[in-house]
């Protein structure tokens, strides 16, 4: 099978992918820049979310196009990475977790590939269970064999960005029964379901929401959190890219009807 890796905020490349440009993707919803590397006895496309050094804000990303070139690619599986602010005092930083479930709160970014044009119609999928069970059991067995503890399962709620939350938002969040909240996980998720692809994501706690820490939270905490923890998630990634196996009979590759 051909798996693919979705790098988020410090993840711009992979331990053993090669260096360099990458493979320039053409979709119809624009390019996308791919590498691709044979990693713990897979092959593996990798896509930095963000592009090379951070250079696309989280509601810039061209999700339909990061999309749509894995899936041309031929990946079945997407194992991404999220860099998350937690809304619990009990999820600190550096703690890592697999999201099960996620809200969305995002406003002005394409949300689906189903626009109603004559080539893709109108079409409504199902996401009662939005990321893919077999990837997330890929995550947690890559954890405990990489000696990481991992929470299991978890609400991911999805900002605009590229501001960071306000207290009264941390706390609002907090009591819906979101416990972490990122900028980029969704439409991501949604769209790897339209064209069935399993997705599952590592989230890596990077700093507590507003109003939760005695400092308010800055992309420099993040940078500095994703830098120390980043050997033990590579560890965990390449781990779980071991483990990884086809999945036919996954209900995420169910066709949309």
């Given at each position: ?7 988020g905020?410090g ?27 044979e ?5 593996v ?31 079945s ?7 998350v ?55 947690r ?93 590579e ?23």
């Open positions: 099978m051909r798996l693919a890796v979705m790098g905020t993840v711009y490349r992979l331990a053993g992918a090669p260096e360099g440009p990458g493979e320039t993707v053409p979709t119809r919803w624009g390019v996308a820049e791919v590498r691709r590397a990693l713990a006895g897979q092959e496309c990798f896509l930095a979310r963000h592009g090379s050094g951070h250079a696309i804000p989280p509601h810039r990303i061209n999700y339909r196009a990061n999309v749509a070139a894995l899936k041309q690619l031929g990946c599986a997407v194992i991404a990475t999220n860099a602010g937690s809304l619990r005092v009990d999820l600190p930083p550096g703690a890592l977790m697999t999201a099960d479930q996620f809200l969305d709160l995002t406003k002005a970014r394409p949300a689906t590939f189903y626009d109603g044009d004559d080539a893709h119609g109108v079409k409504h999928v199902n996401v009662t269970e939005p990321y893919c069970a077999n990837v997330r059991r890929w995550l067995d890559g954890a405990a064999e990489a000696g990481e503890s991992c929470v299991e399962g978890g609400t991911y709620l999805c900002a605009e960005g590229p501001r960071f939350e306000t207290a009264a938002e941390v706390r609002l969040f907090g009591r819906w029964g979101a416990d972490v909240v990122g900028m980029t996980g969704v439409p991501e998720v949604v769209l790897a379901r339209e064209v069935g692809l399993c997705y599952a994501t590592l989230c890596l706690v990077t700093n507590l929401g507003a109003g939760l820490a005695d400092e308010p939270p800055s992309h420099r905490e993040v940078g500095e959190l994703m830098e120390r923890r980043l050997p033990a998630l560890r965990v990634l390449l781990a779980a890219i071991a483990r990884a196996e086809d999945l036919p009979d996954c209900p995420c590759r169910k066709p949309i009807e």
